[in-house]
């Protein structure tokens, strides 16, 4: 069975940083493309950062330069490291795993930017 463990949301003021990590079971994640998703209040959900399976990494215009996805194929974990973050970065945040025509996510966890 596989299963995506997203952690590491939480509240924090504008200009702040934080680190998500995905933890993953049932698949490895060296051999799927892993996407970080976010969707804010009222909004669509939106791709934030990707990485493939060969290690390359990739971000919409939008989320380039304050946004880093890395992983550790030994823990099996992916990460979204976050700075400088702004209020109209409020939003669940979702981890997926993509392999051919096989979609995977994870619960989500909620990151608030507010003073």
């Known amino acids: 069975q596989v299963q995506l463990v997203e952690s590491g949301g939480d509240l924090v003021q504008p200009g702040g940083s934080l680190r998500l990590s995905c933890a993953a079971s049932g698949i490895s994640i060296s051999m799927y493309v892993m996407n970080w998703y976010r969707q804010g209040p009222g909004k669509q959900r939106e791709l934030v950062a990707t990485?493939?399976?060969?290690?390359?990494?990739n971000y919409p215009d939008s989320m380039k330069g304050r946004f880093t996805i890395s992983r550790d194929i030994a823990r099996n974990t992916v990460y979204l490291q976050m700075n400088s973050l702004k209020p109209e970065d409020t939003a669940v945040y979702y981890c997926n795993a993509l392999k051919l025509l096989t979609s995977h996510w994870g619960q989500g966890t909620q990151v608030t930017v507010s003073s």
């Open positions: 990485i493939t399976s060969g290690g390359s990494t």
